[in-house]
């Protein structure tokens, strides 16, 4: 026996982020849009924990393939949760760029915290993935939900946005090739804006226009780590440059990079989009959000 989840990416439409707190972590005041670009996660169970990996478009060579996977973690805390000594099979299949800010290995783990309590029948209740999926990292919890959400704390803490599903946008997403450091990002970041706030501030006006169409809500797209990832990677806004030549209403680095995202006018002018980068890129996938995660829901 085995369960299937299908788990998206996310992007960030609007990515504000404080001064580092004590612990090390930033505060985020951020809202995640989950695009159809998905992995999927199937689990079953075996004697041992193991992982498999498949590439469907993309590169997989450099996502673990051992206990370090977010995926193996999540398991193991599920287990562990439930005090119950048992292990699975995980097997994906990515569609999500690897290593590119759209949180394809939290998206991962989500689909099988998911996965796993409907195999073994674990009934664990919302709060306790939510608390599971907080422990594994500041964008596990989104990969539960999708659709578009607010996130604040470290990005930990998600509030589902209702209401605005009635509009669908498009975008075109290129295959950044090498991927950033995360954590590098955000150290250089802090050096470029030493006066950051405390608490970034709630991103009201854009919230407010999320049902609205492609056109309203690109220029209210913002992401305060993109300077940071320009910084390391100054090709990032030659890249950016050409998609909003070639008819993009709006090019944003996702989240730390350095996949880039273009927000484009509907469905044919992402597909042009994509054919004119295909000739820069060796890849330009189109997408469209926003979708459920891995609850389905």
């Known amino acids: 026996m085995s369960v299937t989840v299908r788990v998206p990416a996310k992007i960030n439409l609007h990515l504000g982020v404080g001064a580092p707190r004590e612990d090390g972590f930033h505060p985020l005041m951020t809202v995640f849009h989950a695009i159809d670009l998905v992995d999927e996660v199937t689990v079953s169970d075996a004697g041992e924990w193991s992982v498999t990996l498949t590439g469907h478009g993309v590169d997989v060579s450099d996502v673990p393939a051992d206990d370090t996977n977010l995926a193996v973690r999540a398991g193991v805390l599920l287990t562990a949760h439930h005090e119950i000594g048992r292990s699975a099979r995980i097997e994906i299949r990515k569609g ?97 804006r030493p006066d950051a706030p405390a608490t970034p501030p709630a991103p009201h006006r854009l919230v407010a226009f999320l049902g609205d169409p492609a056109e309203t809500l690109a220029p209210l797209l913002h992401n305060d780590l993109q300077a940071a990832a320009l910084d390391l990677r100054p090709g990032l806004a030659d890249l950016l440059a050409a998609g909003e030549a070639a008819g993009a209403l709006r090019g944003l680095v996702s989240g730390s990079g350095p996949t880039c995202v273009f927000l484009c006018a509907d469905e044919a002018g992402a597909h042009r989009v994509a054919d004119d980068l295909r000739s820069r890129q060796p890849l330009a996938l189109v997408a469209s959000g926003p979708v459920p995660g891995a609850l389905g829901r």
Do not use: K
């Not at 599971?132 to 470290?154: K, Y």
């Open 96 to 192: 999500i760029p690897v290593a590119g800010g759209m949180a394809g290995g939290s998206a991962d783990a989500a689909a099988t915290l998911v996965a796993l309590d409907r195999l073994w029948g674990l009934a664990s209740g919302d709060a306790a993935l939510f608390g599971i999926a907080g422990d594994l990292g500041s964008d596990v919890p989104f990969g539960l939900v999708g659709r578009n959400a607010l996130g604040t704390g470290r990005g930990e803490q998600v509030e589902q946005l209702p209401g605005v599903e009635v509009t669908r946008w498009w975008v075109v997403v290129p295959d950044p090739g090498q991927g950033l450091s995360t954590p590098s990002v955000y150290r250089r970041h802090d050096e470029l």
